[in-house]
């Protein structure tokens, strides 16, 4: 039972309020792309153990996607953010950082 | 036989009685016993029968940790089974009855399976799974039912006439155990001003300390409880929750309780239990430990007994399970009991300590008072039927070579202690392994941790591995100034004083005697419920269950009701001995919450009955329902299914209904229909993506059919979409996909295409839609009166408009789903009960017919057209449904048009949408299946094709149907054989003959619809 706090109407929602939506910031592969792309896009999920970008949507709230940087292993969130974006933004990877040394976008 | 004590029993008052009854016999107890305590004082030892050999079995501890002393409590429709007599609260009329014995409690033939346990050796289930197979089905199988099963579930015609109910609530701290570790935690965070709630599981505060003689503060523990509860009852910001379990705890601080409200006093008008949903930001696992038995030949005997638990029956409520009481032990505390039996006049004949030297301040007190202590030795076998006559004492370090006959009628046993990490490990927290108590505990540096990345879970006193009283309070103390500190709060006052005798180290005895034969391992129990020994563990060990968790299932040792709580420790040092390795590398098996089991009526609380699943209801509901409308669901709807008529079959009202309607004039409730505004400069643009065919071109004032696939290809829904204007749309969904398409909507706006202005409504139920249909559908309307012009020259086939019919205002769609004339009518969902009953009145000259969604079902079938969810599972895609017209070739772009282009999906081979009629004219059957010649590599028959809608049309007078056929549309007239689930007499399967036709039965030109 997670909790996550919705950055746009501010409620830190529970689990029980959002619908999980997969990975985020997956780019739309469309007609004319190849079938590796294509498969990439639609069926391949690296399922990673520790720092996970995901979607989740304040579906019995504000009604809202929106975008969490989460660590799968250990469940901490790092910070939610907008979804309207395509890549983490910077103050979410420094939270990240400052808690994963190690770890690096890509 | 087991006695009520002349004195003693600090928790009873024995002023008054209170009556009961087990197994039909009524007895007598005391306020404050436990169902437990009441019956052996009663002389009812032997409270169960174990699982698997129906071994006789007497209470052999005093709390959640009970695996033996399981009964049925209450009868008729408040029957539960499986209920703890340890934590059962004796009250005036309780009926208990055993479990899991036939014919009696007492005299039990499945014992007769103890006797040949060669025949159920570990991995019994997974043995006879195999081979001889018949063998598993007529001599196992028939066995195994008929034996299994503790308890009688409860009757599934009765209802549960109690009340639960759930509460929220969110705190600082939530403390598990009201003993004097969670006492004095509550104490310190409380002065603090931390919003806490503390819950007991238990009916009474201060733990084991009052049993142990704990002093506190120069005071006894007991009164030292009192004044604690005391000041803590006096905080407001510090809730006290008695027979309150904190059941499990999960992520991000998610914790769930357990209260048993009136269990204890059921004439009370209070909800039964109550399950709290907390979230807190600590968690404080002030949860004790637990003793864990000892394995000696005949340790499951009845008066067998944890000696922790001997002392609490008497000091706490006054009863013993005998006179004279063998205790045998590794550890001093043990000691306590002997002393505590000893001091309400019970023989104790010998202390046997497995330890080669016992010469700790408890031994020594026990040596002066008199009492024979045995050091190296242990037990043997126990003597006795269905108790204890005599114990045999052997060398601890030997075969079990007999030395002594010691005469007794109880045995207490203490193999040390194991701390209750339960509710650390729920949520991720580790382990590690204490060496010198022979015990795992949490590992600090490794907590489940909280959406911050911090610990959440601490634990306190026992639970952290301090067993002994003056660490406990010491621990407990300190592990609450982590959490306070966090708060930037420091605890003022020093934690108290607290004083016990002190004890020397115990030594881990996993079998007693240590160099035990086969014969003597084979009656050493270590899961009582489940029957689970010393010799099956070793077995699992052997036929290379390596992984404890493997082990665990093989032998079933853990997975009984009390998950374990006794042998888990026991269990797995076993295992490790057996595999030669260390108890740490084992490893333990994974605590998963409940801690003890919750009730399924606190689970599901108030959401039962009529509020388990609200139901949605159209503005005409109640029409409906004061006209006999047979309803089915549709989504969270229920919908006429028919109206049926005094005296007529369904399938007559929908025949019926058809005909009205094809014939005159027919009206249908169609308010479920999904709605969905999209508004926007970009609106036409988004539902060009949205939909495979083109939306951008829709003049204003135009309906359009539209499919929409999903980005994989599939097609997830249809429905008609009509413009409003320049930058608005109305998008009608299927009844059940209206959230779901909306979802789908927003998700792809405020995810993929956020630079769009776009802007959607669901506007589902702010419309009432009737459809009104039929040749007399424009008469009836006309007979309103309407400011619109209804002809079909200004108000073509596919055009909407907008005005006033029969004083209501509307929205008239020229839309069709049963080929005939009709217009779909929206009026706002305040008016649609009014409008109803008006073209009802205005239609009864034209012989106005309400029908239902079966009716629907057959006319759209008699037409050929698809229905989301029947020609459609998640696999078919808009081009196997002939309904290419709809894919616009001019887009370059929509949802799913890439993964159209896949070889799978142009691929030839898929099978196609096709009409099919039966040479007899019957009814193919639904789901049923085209043969082909041959059989698959599993045998089975092949197929090309199958059913998707099969009805009996009305209209036609035969049996008609749609399927998906290999090559369908490039081989009509082909006659298919169908299969049944019929045989001939022959017994091979019968068949049915189906000709490959157009899909569209009835007005191919479709001129009906266009008039």
Redesign the interface.
Known sequence: MLTFQCPYCGVQACETELAAGGEAHLKRFGPGSSDDDFEGYLFLRPNVKGVHFERWRHAMGCGKWFLAARCTATLEVFGTYPAQTTEPPADIIAAITARRPDWSLT | MSIRLATGGRLIDRSRSIGFSFNGKTLTGHPGDTLASALMANGQMIMGRSFKYHRPRGVVASGAEEPNALVNLGTGNRHEPNQRATLTELFEGLTATSQNHWPSLNWDIGEVNALIPQLLPAGFYYKTFIHPRPFWKHVFEPFIRQSAGLGRAPDPEHADPDRYEQLYAHVDLVIAGGGIAGLQAALEAGRAGLRVILCEQGAHWGGRAPVDGVGIDGQPAADWVTSAVQELEKMDNVHLRLRMMVAGV???G?VIGYERVADHAPETDAPRHRLWRI?AARVVSATGALERPLSFAGNDKPCVMLASAMRDYVVNWGVAPGARTVIVTNNDDAYRTALALQAAGLAVPCIVDARAKADGPLVQEARARGLRVLTGMAIANVKGLRGVVAVQLCAQDGTGAVLEDVVCDAVAMSGGWSPVVHLWSHCGGKLIWDSKGAFFRPDPDRPP?????QGFVICAGAADGALLAADTMANASRSIRKILHEHGKDASDAAPLTSAMAEAPMMPVWVMPAQAGVKKRAKMWLDFQNDVKVSDVQLAAREGFESVEHAKRYTTLGMATDQGKLSNINGLAILAQALDEDIPRVGTTTFRPPYTPISMGAIAGEGRGAIFQPLRRTSIQDWHEAHGAHFEPVGYWRRPYCFPKQGESHRDAVNREILATRGGLGLLDASTLGKIIVKGPDAARFLDMLYTNLMSSLAPGKCRYGLMCN??GFLMDDGVVARLDDETFLVHTTTGGADRIH?HM??WL???W?DWKVYTANVTEQWAQIAVVGPKARAVLQKLGSDLDLSNAALPFMAWAEGRIGGFDARAFRISFSGELSFEIAVPAAQGRAFWEALLAAGAEFGATPYGTEALHVMRAEKGFIMIGDETDGTVIPQDLGLDWAISKKK??YLG???Q??PHMTDPLRWKLVGLETLDGSVLPDGCYALADGVNANGQRNTQGRVTSTYFSPTLGRGIAMGLVLNGPGRMGDVLDFNTTKKTAKGEMRTIKARIVNPVFYDLSGEKQNV
């Not at chain 2, 941790?449 to 990345?453: E, F, K, R, V």
């Open positions: 999960y992520d991000h998610y979230r941790t909280d959406q911050h990345g980005e994989n979802a927003e998700d405020q995810c993929e956020w370059t772009d048009k890439r993964a282009e896949r």
